[in-house]
């Protein structure tokens, strides 16, 4: 803690500060003792990365014999995802550089979210045979229309400005003045309830100006995404033949079949759920994506991208029209009450 502010900075530079579940229950730790003594949190990454998400590698390491290490990351994980998005005191995170999965989740539930032309967004799980956790069926239903969808089953980047445009930051920071941002959440002069007015005005840049980048797309996203199956989704970006229509339908093509069902049927729960009904929800998902009950396909997508990096997954199931309600729904059932996520 500097000052009366805690402050959390990731340190892994050489996997992308890529969270481990050393890291989380640090981290929860200290959130926890810092909401009784101190006036505001801030946590930060290095210049290449915030954090690109969890450290999956290492998760599957072992395979699903391995099951119980991953379901511990994964409840202590969203443990601290719902401790972040109950905080009590101001919570304001520095996403610059790479901020995907397990990063997203250690930023987009707290008050504030600072962007900076570096900052690159991503919810990239279905690439991988997961899905959008992180508390990701809580807060991408919440986005405007279907871009939450969109973003969840295609893994598609926002970048600087877009970022805050999409409604995930809520603030742009250019990154030259990010030292001078943070000397004064350190030092803030007054109380932290005023941090808006007396420090994040004088640092950020009004984004009324940016157009969206996907703003062109928007009605074609609101018009497709809101289909009711996968399939039918995909079917339509065939047909409507536009250039980013058929690039959109060759990224969905190349994402785990099952990954996309679950992930749709996920935020369409989600968007009716509380936060902690979300990562409870999540959790039992991602039991069924260790234990590989159902399908194997979180253990190929990180061996196909991160491991022997060939990016030839062999998916189980290997199309939609082999992933059946019955799959789906395997990945929602309750779990023993011991590996229910409690959250008090």
Not at 203 to 212: G, L, N
Not at 274 to 294: D, K, P
Request: net charge neutral; with cysteine.
């Amino acid at each position: 803690m500097i000052n009366r502010c805690g402050v959390i900075t990731l340190n892994r530079p050489k996997a992308l500060n890529a969270i481990n579940l050393p890291m989380v229950c640090k981290i929860l730790d200290a959130l926890k003792e810092w909401e009784r003594c101190a006036d505001l949190v801030v946590v930060r990454g290095g210049e290449k990365a915030f954090c690109a998400g969890g450290d999956v590698a290492g998760i599957t390491k072992g395979g699903p014999q391995a099951a119980d290490k991953g379901k511990t990351f994964f409840r202590t994980e969203y443990l601290m995802n719902n401790t972040i998005g109950t905080y009590k005191i101001p919570y304001v995170a520095i996403v610059h550089g790479i901020t995907m999965g397990g990063g997203v989740g250690l930023s987009v539930h707290g008050k504030y979210r600072i962007a900076t032309e570096s900052t690159v967004f991503a919810m990239p799980e279905t690439q991988i045979g997961l899905f959008p956790d992180v508390g990701g069926t809580y807060f991408l239903p919440r986005l405007a229309g279907k871009l939450g969808l969109y973003l969840a089953l295609t893994g598609d980047r926002l970048k600087g400005m877009d970022v805050v445009k999409a409604g995930v930051a809520t603030h742009f920071c250019q990154s030259k003045d990010i030292p001078d941002l943070f000397n004064a959440l350190i030092n803030i002069e007054g109380s932290p309830c005023d941090l808006e007015a007396n420090v994040l005005s004088k640092f950020t840049v009004d984004p009324r100006t940016h157009v969206f980048s996907l703003s062109t797309h928007i009605p074609t996203i609101d018009r497709i995404f809101s289909l009711p199956s996968v399939e039918q989704m995909m079917e339509e970006l065939e047909r409507d033949g536009s250039e980013w229509c058929l690039t959109t339908l060759k990224r969905l093509k190349t994402m785990s079949p099952i990954s996309l069902k679950v992930t749709k049927k996920a935020l369409e729960f989600g968007a009716v759920m509380s936060l902690q009904e979300c990562l409870q929800m999540e959790n039992r998902i991602a039991g069924a994506a260790v234990e590989a009950r159902i399908s194997a396909d979180f253990y190929e997508g990180v061996r196909a991208l991160l491991i022997d990096k060939d990016k030839k997954p062999k998916w189980s199931p290997q199309n939609l029209t082999l992933v059946t309600d019955e799959m789906v729904e395997g990945y929602f059932k309750p779990l023993s009450p011991k590996e229910e996520l409690i959250i008090a």
